[in-house]
């Protein structure tokens, strides 16, 4: 095969705040041909996700932080184009991690062949593959949903909260959504049928979630943090639980904020309450694939969850679009659309 | 029976800050006959604990603020006087919950029987009562200790946590124990059998515990907040569980304290160690009394479980006493003898 030339997008160095464009740098390189046991792959998709921010920095993370010059992390789908591997075909569209960039050679280390046939390969990166997946253990292992109970999850529209909400639904609880901006709080009413959404930038948004929570709350699916929390915290029922995912609202803080010192305060609460408080990431509960694609699938097929994908197009887009991510820009689940096939 | 005179502690006003003697008050009053269902009962130990602290308190706590005028409550073994209850006798020892007086009128709810002949009836109050029962039921159920792990609990030598690191060294942990001065240091090594007992007084606690610790903390048994925290929290371990049972550095905050504001930070950690955090009280797990009763007495009688009570004597000494507890002053389980028998 000819030498194929990629472009592959590489952090040049480490933002403080928010990531700008001078972060990245987009190199072209030759690929070589796959030695013995591995693929050529062709990225058609490229996942962009709040925790890319977190590896792009030094501060410790569950994850290492990436090397200056390394090629920017992310969960892809990809054909392969050629292949020294017996388990893989030609043609065969397959879910790795091989990052920012137009073409990966790689062993079969990671890779999951996706068939085309069940649902768009897309959704391998969203409602059924890491999000998706991220949403469901969650809530489940963590939150532990009754029929009954009031939950609320931030970032509602997005691509795991949406489905916290729908799966929370599907048990039977009273779901509240929170989201930025009135067309995204409509979409968890109108089309998710979450049974409240509420717009975080409403300046009383604390008084609106008490209203939305009567009877208070049990489960929290925290993934943003910020001034949310502070609307929930008082509102969580003793023996709630809150499944810690994420918390997009500080990956660009460079520093601890000013004071009150609000730890002490939360302490207390988290005792007299009965909180439990619990961080997790998707990998934790990788025995549970199997469980969460055969119901997760079922439930899409039957059409009882919904999705979104937000969906830039070009490889040389993904610093823009990730710094919107951090900022609630996408609406739904963002996708870089590196190749149409 | 002739009219009884009865002392009795009533709050006379909420504390700011640490409790003073002026909070209190101490009353003397005619005690009534016991009707149809009741017994006059004579305190003869009284517990004293930090919890006492928030319920003197209007701030938001796991139990009601008392009022002012009410009696000091608090868990009491006493003997029955006098009774119009079938079911308990003259001359029965029982554990209630009926506060800083000399004697009590009560039906017979929330009495238990305490037999005399098992154990030193004052042990109702510590090791196999309600503090043995809080470090038992924490330390099982959310602690989860596995052998290997490391284990760190402050106030290591007070009534619950000389009980929790006992446990944990029973389950084949690594017990590291924090406590306020060496005496109380030497005790937990060379008496409860730990494998380290640091001062939290010492200027480098952060450095000794980090020598003493050097897999790290799979467990910390948080009951008192403050500096401590602080050392430990760093060095927690992915997966580190932090049964949340008291904060007795903090009971005494008159409000928030000065920045930088902590809470994000450790939400941080929470989600990139996966820890889990969560309150509990010993209510929560009213129905493993039994088993607790079964294993600790036994344990107690092996000599495998030791504990040490710390002994003030008239009922008149209770509030400097609690006052002297909040500042850890006391060096054990803190009773008051109320009345010889």
């Not at 592959?8 to 990245?24: C, E, H, K, T």
Request: with cysteine; hydrophobic share 40%; aromatic share 6%.
């Amino acid at each position: 095969m000819a030498q194929l030339k990629s472009r592959r997008i590489v952090l040049a160095s480490r933002p403080i705040g928010a990531p700008r464009s001078d972060n990245f740098r987009l190199l072209e390189e030759d690929i070589p041909d796959p030695r013995g046991g591995e693929v050529l792959l062709k990225t058609l998709w490229l996942s962009l996700d709040p925790y890319m921010r977190g590896r792009m920095s030094d501060a410790k993370s569950y994850a290492e932080p990436i090397g200056i010059g390394d090629v920017m992390p992310g969960g892809t789908v990809s054909k392969v184009l050629a292949s020294r591997n017996k388990a893989l075909a030609v043609g065969d569209i397959v879910l790795g991690y091989t990052g920012w960039q137009d073409y990966a050679v790689s062993d079969d280390t990671g890779l999951r062949k996706v068939d085309p046939t069940l649902a768009p390969i897309s959704t391998a990166l969203g409602v059924l593959g890491m999000p998706g997946m991220t949403a469901y253990t969650g809530l489940l292992n963590i939150g532990k949903p009754k029929a009954g109970e009031t939950v609320v999850v931030a970032a509602a529209s997005g691509a795991v909260g949406s489905i916290v909400g729908q799966i929370a639904k599907l048990k039977g609880c009273r779901v509240i959504g929170i989201a930025g901006g009135a067309g995204k709080v409509r979409y968890l009413t109108e089309e998710l049928g979450f049974d409240v959404g509420l717009d975080h930038r409403s300046p009383n948004l604390t008084e609106q979630l008490q209203a939305a929570a009567p009877n208070g709350i049990d489960i929290y699916f925290e993934n943003v943090g910020g001034h949310v929390w502070d609307a929930v915290f008082p509102l969580l029922n003793n023996f709630a639980r809150v499944p810690v995912c994420g918390l997009i609202a500080h990956y660009n803080d460079t520093g601890p904020g000013p004071g009150p010192d609000r730890l002490p305060g939360m302490m207390n609460t988290i005792l007299y309450k009965r909180l439990t408080v619990q961080g997790f990431i998707v990998l934790d509960f990788d025995s549970q694939t199997d469980a969460f694609l055969r119901e997760v699938a079922r439930w899409v097929r039957e059409g009882k969850i919904k999705h979104r994908e937000d969906i830039v197009t070009g490889l040389e887009r993904a610093p823009a679009a990730l710094a919107g991510l951090l900022e609630g820009r996408n609406f739904g689940k963002l996708l870089v659309k590196v190749a149409e096939s």
